[in-house]
């Protein structure tokens, strides 16, 4: 069965440190690989995408992952943490047919 | 460009009783999805809809869930009779569709409380 798994419901960070959000995926071919953000009471929105090529993909407001084939991951970072990135994160990917399955979230809260 | 819009917002009904939610995907996305996320948990597929045949409905409760998708354009989602389980927030995604996988777009999602 494919599946997405997010260790860590909950991270917490200072302000100004890096933030490291993990993803690993089950597959047996070449995936596309995408990381969602969700503020509070809205919809999620697309941070990043990895479809083919670099395996480092820059995404909005400073995010960034990296695909490791290897290690079957696809880790979001980003390198100074700031108030405005408080919310959960979710990894997804799709599997046949573009159904999407995602991982059960992170929330990041970020200290001042 | 509008994005997806979702009606109502939230719900507040007992169980038993019945509620239905509407989405109206992007202009020119050919896939809909409904998901139910509830409290803690991430985005789980009820329903994918292609135009307006049903691609994949394995997860949808179908003895109190039903979705259509008229015309291939906007969308319903209905529950009858609730349970209390069924509190969570339907979100509806579109996106352009077939081949490479594309960006789904959200909706601000419906919070549906059972009481």
């Known amino acids: 069965a494919q599946s997405v798994t997010q260790l860590g419901s909950h991270v917490s960070v200072s302000e100004g440190a890096l933030v490291l959000l993990r993803c690993n995926y089950s597959s047996s071919v070449p995936p596309y690989l995408f990381w969602y953000v969700q503020y509070p009471n809205q919809g999620l929105q697309l941070l990043l995408k990895?479809?083919?090529?670099?395996?480092l993909v820059k995404g909005i407001n400073g995010f960034e992952a990296e695909f490791k084939k290897s290690e079957t991951s696809f880790h979001l970072t980003k390198p100074s943490a700031h108030m405005s990135d408080a919310a959960e994160y979710f990894c997804a990917v799709p599997y046949n047919f573009n159904k999407f399955y995602f991982g059960s979230g992170t929330k990041l809260n970020v200290k001042p | 460009e509008a994005g997806v819009a979702q009606s109502p917002r939230y719900k507040i009904i007992e169980k038993r009783q019945s509620v239905a939610f509407w989405c109206n995907p992007i202009?020119?996305?050919?896939?809909l999805y409904w998901y139910q996320q509830i409290l803690g948990q991430g985005p789980k597929l009820l329903i994918q809809f292609q135009n307006n045949g049903v691609v994949d409905d394995s997860q949808l409760p179908k003895d109190r869930f039903s979705a259509e998708r008229l015309k291939g354009v906007d969308s319903t989602l209905k529950i009858q009779p609730a349970k209390l389980e069924d509190s969570a927030v339907y979100l509806c995604?579109?996106?352009?569709?077939?081949?490479?996988?594309?960006?789904?777009?959200f909706g601000e999602g419906s919070r549906l409380t059972v009481l």
């Open positions: 990895y479809t083919t090529g670099a395996t």
């Open positions: 202009s020119g996305h050919a896939t």
């Open positions: 995604a579109s996106s352009l569709g077939t081949g490479i996988p594309r960006e789904l777009f």
